[in-house]
C-alpha cells in the first residue's frame, strides 16, 4: 500500500492506525480547559462535592472561590471536575476547569495563578492517533477456529501473532475475564461481532456518557471511501480504537474473525471522540480515570502528546495502584519523547515489522521500552504482489485499505488492516493481560522486566535501547513461574536545582529490607553508581534534557527491578549586566538562569546620574529600570545612563528671589537657564508647594497662605538646581 505523503503530513498524534503519524510541530491544547493545582494548604471545603453521576466528580466553581469578575470575564463554567484518584494528594487538590473558548489561554492562566492558594495552572493537551499498512507468516500450529486466523486468499494474517509465538504461549495460559483491559481512544464499537464490549463497560468521556464508546453517530458507518490518502475517509479513521480492541481481546473460537492473544480477558471501551476529527483524543487523561476507577487491569492507550503535571500525576498513581498502562511511542521516526509513551510510570512500545527490523516511522529512544508487530509484510502473493499487509484486526467500517488495493476478499466485513506504534501497543497490552491471567500479582515494573528479559533482539536495530527487544509471549509466560522477585525500592524522588539531580527513596516496605546490602543507581540505563548503602544520590553536572534515571536494590542472590523516574534538567544561560558609564550605576539580577525563567534585572543611579535605558547590541531599548523578561539564551545588558545635570547644585548668587521676606508673593528670576521644576518645603523637609513644567527663566508664587516663617525653595533648571530659604512675614 503506498502511503500518501500529504495525508502523513496532516496525521499528528494517534499512535498506530493505517494512518502514518507526521512529525509533531506545534503541540495542540484544549483551548477551553485548563488543571489548575491548589496547594495543600487551599481553604476549600470538599464535603460539598457533587456526585452528579457515577463517572465525574464535580465540585462548583464558586466552591473553589473564583471570583464573580473572573467567572464571567471569561465564561468559567459552573462545574470543575475533580481529578482525584486512589488518594492521590496531589490529584485531591487538582481540578479541570473549563470555559467559554478562548485564544487566549496565557491571559487566563496568568488570572488565575495570581491566586494565594494557587500552586500551578496548565494547559490541557490534545493527543492524536498514530498508525500504519499490510503483511504476514504462517503459524505452525492452527488451534483456533476463527477464519481470518491463518492464511487467506494467500495473506498471512496472523503474521504478527506467530512472530511473537502465540501458539505455543496459549499452550500455557488464556485469557481470563476476571482480568480487565481498557482501550481508551478515538472511539471504539464495542457492538462489533469479534468484540461484544457489553454497554456496562463502555464510556465516552468527551460527552460523559456510560453505555457507549462508538464513534459519533454523524458518522456514516456504511460510507464507502474512494481512496484513503488523499482525501478523508472518516469512517475508516474512526476504525481506530475499534482496531486496537480487536488486537487486545477479539473474541476466539466463535468462528467469526480474527483470533488474538488475550481473548478471554474483560474488554472496556473508552471512547474520547474529537468532534469531527478522528485523528484526535480529547480527554484521554480523563479516560484513563474511568477506566482506572473501573477495575482496569491493564489500560492500552494508542496516541500520544505532550504531558503534564496533572497527567503524570493520574499515571503514577495509576502505577502505584498495580495499574499497567501500556502507551504507544508514535509515528514520527523520531527520539522527541511522546507522552504518556515516555513516562516510567507506562511501557512505550516501539513497532517492527515482519524482517524483525523497526519500522520506518516507529519512533525510538531510551524512554522505548519494548518493541512489538505494529509494521508491515509483504507477502509472497502471485495475485496481490504489490500488497502490504500490516495488522488485521476489528474496524467500524467495512473493510476499504484492502479493498482499495485491489483484494476484494474482505469487501463488505468489518474487518482492515492498519500499520503504526498504535497496532503494536495494544498486541504489547495483550500479552500484558495474559501475564497477568497467569499471575494476577504481578507489579507493572515486573511486568516490564519480564517483557524486556524475554525479549527476542531486533534485527538491525536503530535506535532502540538493548533491551527494547521484540516482545515473546512464550518466553513470557514461561518466566513467571522461573522468575524470582526481590522487593525494590520505594517512592523514587528526584529534585533538580540547576545541573545537579538528587534522587531518594526508601527501602522495600517488607521483611527484605533486612537483606539489602546495597542500591544500585542507573542514568540511561548505565550504571553512575554501584552498591551505594544510603538511600539517596545525588547527580552532578548533568547535562540538559529529559534524564531517565533507575534505582535497584541489591540482595546477596539477586536484584530487584529497576524503579525508574525522569527529571528535566533545563537549559541554563548566563545573564550579564553592565553599567554604562562604568561607575553610573548599581545593577541587580545578573546570574546563571535555566531556560525560560522569568527575571528582573534592576538598575539604580548613583548621584548625579539618571537612568536611561536598557540595551543589547541594539537589539533591547526599554526604559524602565525595572526590566522583566524570560531568559532564553546567553545575553549581555548595558545599563544606559546618563548626567543628571538637574541634580548640580548651582551657586545661589545667579538667582534671584524678590521680595524676601515677604507677605504674599515671591519673584523668582534665573539668568542661566529656563526653570523647570519649582517646590517648597518647610523646615521639617514637607512639601508644601509643588510648580512643574515652568519652561520659563522666571515665575511668580502667592505664599498668602503660608504660615509665618523660613522655608526652602527648590528651583531645578536645565543646568542645575537652586536651594534657598525664603521668609513670610
Not at 505452525?140 to 494474517?157: A, K, M, Q, S
Not at 546495597?518 to 545525588?538: D, P
Request: aromatic share 10%; charged share 20%; hydrophobic share 35%.
Amino acid at each position: 500500500m503506498n502511503l500518501n505523503k500529504k495525508k502523513l503530513l496532516n496525521t499528528l498524534m494517534f499512535l498506530g492506525f493505517l494512518v502514518f503519524i507526521s512529525p509533531i510541530q506545534a503541540q495542540e491544547y484544549e483551548s477551553n480547559a485548563l488543571y489548575v493545582k491548589f496547594k495543600n494548604n487551599a481553604k476549600f471545603s470538599y464535603k460539598n462535592l457533587e456526585q452528579k453521576n457515577s463517572n465525574q466528580k464535580l465540585v462548583s466553581t464558586s466552591q473553589l472561590k473564583f471570583s464573580n469578575a473572573l467567572i464571567s470575564q471569561y465564561g468559567i463554567h459552573s462545574n470543575a471536575l475533580s481529578m482525584s484518584l486512589f488518594d492521590n494528594e496531589i490529584l485531591d487538590k487538582t481540578f479541570r476547569i473549563t470555559f467559554d473558548n478562548t485564544t487566549d489561554l496565557d491571559k487566563i492562566i496568568k488570572a488565575i495563578e495570581k491566586r494565594a492558594d494557587v500552586e500551578y495552572v496548565e494547559k490541557v493537551p490534545v493527543a492524536r492517533i498514530s498508525s500504519v499498512s499490510n503483511k504476514a507468516k504462517k503459524a505452525d500450529t492452527v488451534i483456533v477456529n476463527d477464519p481470518y486466523y491463518g492464511t487467506v486468499d494467500g495473506f498471512v494474517l496472523n503474521w504478527p501473532l506467530d512472530l511473537i509465538h502465540t501458539n505455543q504461549a496459549w499452550t500455557i495460559q488464556r485469557g481470563k475475564p476476571n482480568i480487565k483491559v481498557a482501550i481508551v481512544d478515538n472511539a471504539i464499537w464495542g457492538e462489533h461481532e469479534d468484540l461484544q464490549i457489553p454497554a456496562s463497560l463502555q464510556y465516552n468521556v468527551t460527552s460523559n456518557l456510560p453505555g457507549n464508546s462508538a464513534p459519533p453517530s454523524t458518522v456514516n458507518q456504511h460510507l464507502t471511501c474512494p481512496a484513503l490518502y488523499d482525501q478523508a475517509c472518516p469512517t475508516y479513521d474512526w476504525s481506530h480504537g475499534t482496531h486496537c480492541a480487536g488486537v487486545v481481546g477479539a473474541l476466539n473460537n466463535n468462528g467469526k474473525g480474527i483470533a488474538s492473544l488475550a481473548s478471554g480477558v474483560t474488554l472496556m471501551g473508552v471512547g474520547c471522540p474529537y468532534p469531527s476529527d478522528p485523528d484526535r483524543v480529547l480527554g484521554g487523561t480523563n479516560g484513563i480515570v474511568w477506566a482506572a476507577e473501573h477495575g482496569a487491569k491493564v489500560i492500552s492507550c494508542s496516541w500520544g502528546g505532550a504531558g503534564s503535571s496533572t497527567e503524570d500525576a493520574v499515571l503514577k498513581s495509576c502505577y502505584d495502584e498495580g495499574i499497567v498502562i501500556v502507551a504507544a511511542a508514535g509515528n514520527d521516526n523520531s527520539s522527541d519523547l511522546q507522552y504518556p509513551g515516555s513516562s516510567p510510570y507506562c511501557i512505550g512500545v516501539g513497532s517492527v515489522d515482519y524482517n524483525r527490523q523497526k519500522s520506518d516511522f516507529s519512533n525510538y529512544g531510551y524512554w522505548v521500552d519494548i518493541t512489538a508487530p505494529g509494521g508491515a509484510y509483504t507477502p509472497k502473493n502471485t495475485t496481490y504482489p504489490n500488497v502490504h499487509l500490516g495488522i488485521f484486526s476489528t474496524t467500524f467500517c467495512k473493510n476499504q485499505s484492502l479493498r482499495l488495493s485491489g483484494v476484494p476478499t474482505f469487501n463488505d466485513h468489518y474487518y482492515d488492516e492498519m500499520q503504526g506504534t498504535s497496532m503494536a501497543c495494544p498486541l504489547v497490552a495483550s500479552l500484558c493481560a495474559l501475564m497477568l491471567s497467569n499471575d494476577s500479582t504481578l507489579s507493572p515494573a515486573e511486568i516490564k522486566t519480564i517483557l524486556q528479559n524475554t525479549s527476542q533482539k531486533v534485527e538491525n536495530n536503530s535506535g532502540f535501547p538493548q533491551n527494547a527487544g521484540i516482545i515473546d509471549a512464550y518466553q513470557a509466560l514461561l518466566s513467571i513461574a522461573s522468575t524470582k522477585f526481590y522487593a525494590p525500592a520505594s517512592n523514587l524522588r528526584a529534585i533538580v536545582k540547576l545541573d545537579t539531580v538528587r534522587l531518594s527513596w526508601q527501602a522495600p516496605q517488607s521483611a527484605d529490607s533486612l537483606k539489602i546490602t546495597g542500591y544500585n543507581v542507573y542514568r540511561f540505563g548505565k550504571l553512575v553508581a554501584k552498591n551505594i548503602q544510603e538511600t539517596s544520590f545525588r547527580d552532578t553536572l548533568v547535562p540538559a534534557g529529559t534524564h531517565l534515571y533507575q534505582v535497584a536494590a541489591m540482595y546477596p542472590d539477586g536484584i530487584s527491578v529497576r524503579e525508574e523516574i525522569t527529571a528535566n534538567v533545563k537549559m541554563r544561560y548566563s545573564v550579564t549586566l553592565r553599567c554604562s558609564p562604568d561607575s553610573a550605576g548599581i545593577l541587580t539580577g545578573d546570574g546563571v538562569y535555566n531556560k525560560d525563567a522569568f527575571i528582573t534585572v534592576k538598575a539604580s543611579p548613583n548621584e548625579g546620574y539618571k537612568f536611561k535605558k536598557w540595551t543589547d547590541n541594539g537589539k533591547v531599548n526599554f526604559t524602565n529600570p525595572n526590566y522583566t523578561f524570560a531568559v532564553s539564551r546567553n545575553i549581555l545588558l548595558y545599563a544606559i545612563f546618563e548626567k543628571d545635570v538637574a541634580s548640580e547644585e548651582l551657586d545661589p548668587s545667579l538667582l534671584s528671589v524678590s521680595p524676601n521676606p515677604t507677605n504674599n508673593e515671591v519673584n523668582i528670576r534665573c539668568n542661566v537657564a529656563n526653570i523647570e521644576h519649582i517646590s517648597i518645603c518647610n523646615m521639617q523637609g514637607q512639601t508644601v508647594l509643588t510648580v512643574p513644567t515652568i519652561k520659563s527663566h522666571e515665575a511668580t508664587l502667592s505664599i498668602e497662605h503660608f504660615r509665618k516663617g523660613a522655608y526652602l525653595l527648590h528651583v531645578e533648571t536645565e543646568k542645575g538646581k537652586f536651594v534657598t530659604k525664603i521668609f513670610k512675614l
